[in-house]
């Protein structure tokens, strides 16, 4: 059991959110109220919004909300560069002014009263404390069949992350700490805070539906997503790809014996088509393992960049002082 109260500080990637923003950044707010009333985190915890670079009115009714109520923070990104990246930009923004980070989407899908059992595992003593959709009744049952092969097409590809768990999550300023050492440009948090590894748990909740405006996830982005993820984990398409090429040189081999064999008995091996079948379909395999691998050369030619993983643009907090 922990003896300090810590400081929370709730960390909100916002893109295009006009529409919900206004209705959520309340619950954001009671929240606090609640948690703080309970004794559980400490006067100075922060709701700090990160505008991604939205193209609508987000940021201008972020900065308001900063302007009328201290508890509300905002930082804005240079230009839209996705969700991981904004959540990214805020959880390195906040680690040195709290001990503790909550990440949420801002479309109150994610039930906000975990965080309340978020806090309590914290003070009793883990760093991170994931929080895991235990039903998905309000998705469709496509996004609901969709979402969960992603988590195991990931697993099954060698990156591994925490079944049904997106990026709702507390991190202690601890892990953050050494989650800043984790410098590669191509990131995919679900995945890389578990190899930082600490004591973590997980909480339940259930999923609701959007209150306002639209996913931004549809399965072209979801796909992109789960491709992103699986090589910057894992080198297991990499395997496959060696061990299907290994297959394959087996069984050809076993054919050359047999063309051997037939045109040593006298048969002529006649047969265009399936020379052309298997050359076609060997050309195909062989472009898209080519093009497996040049996605893993890209990834370490955009690792050899180095390029910063998030600019910040603005800040409420020095728009107060000017
Ligand atoms: N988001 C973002 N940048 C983007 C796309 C989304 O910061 O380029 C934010 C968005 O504002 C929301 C969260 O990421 O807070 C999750 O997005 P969304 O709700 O559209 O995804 P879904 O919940 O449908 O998977
Ligand atoms: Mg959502």
Redesign the pocket.
């Known amino acids: 059991m922990r003896q300090k109260i810590p400081c929370l500080y709730i960390v909100?990637?916002?893109?295009?959110?006009q529409e919900v923003l206004p209705i959520t950044c309340k619950m954001f707010r009671e929240k606090l109220e609640t948690l703080e009333a309970a004794g559980k985190i400490s006067p100075d915890s922060r709701v700090l919004f990160?505008n991604?670079g939205s193209k609508d009115r987000t940021w201008e009714i972020i900065s308001q909300l900063a302007k009328e109520d201290p508890h509300f923070l905002g930082i804005s990104q240079s230009r839209?560069?996705?969700?991981q990246n904004?959540?990214l930009a805020g959880l390195m923004e906040a680690k040195d002014r709290c001990d503790i980070t909550i990440s949420i989407?801002?479309?109150g899908?994610d039930d906000i009263n975990a965080m309340d059992k978020m806090v309590d595992a914290y003070l009793d003593g883990c760093e991170v404390v994931y929080g895991v959709r235990s039903k998905r009744d309000t998705d469709t049952f496509f996004k609901r069949f969709t979402a969960e092969g992603f988590y195991h097409l990931m697993n099954w590809m060698g990156a591994e992350c925490v079944f049904n768990h997106?990026?709702y999550r507390l991190i202690s300023s601890r892990v953050l700490q050494e989650f800043a050492n984790f410098k590669e440009v191509n990131i995919f948090l679900r995945g890389m805070v578990p190899l930082v590894g600490f004591k973590s748990t997980s909480v339940y909740y259930e999923r609701a539906e959007?209150i306002a405006?639209?996913?931004?996830?549809p399965l072209k982005k979801?796909l992109a997503l789960a491709f992103d993820g699986i090589t910057s984990l894992s080198v297991k398409p990499i395997r496959l790809i060696t061990g299907f090429g290994a297959l394959v040189s087996f069984i050809s081999f076993l054919g050359v014996i047999w063309a051997v064999i037939t045109s040593l008995m006298g048969h002529t091996v006649s047969g265009w088509a399936s020379t052309v079948s298997i050359l076609c379909f060997m050309s195909g395999v062989q472009l898209l393992c080519l093009g497996v691998i040049g996605e893993y050369i890209g990834k370490i030619y955009m690792e050899t960049k180095a390029r910063p993983r998030y600019i910040i643009s603005e800040r409420t907090w020095e728009e107060q002082q000017s």
């Open positions: 909100i990637p916002c893109y295009n959110e990160v991604d839209n560069r996705g969700h904004a959540v989407d801002c479309d899908q997106a990026d959007r405006g639209e996913s931004h996830y979801m």
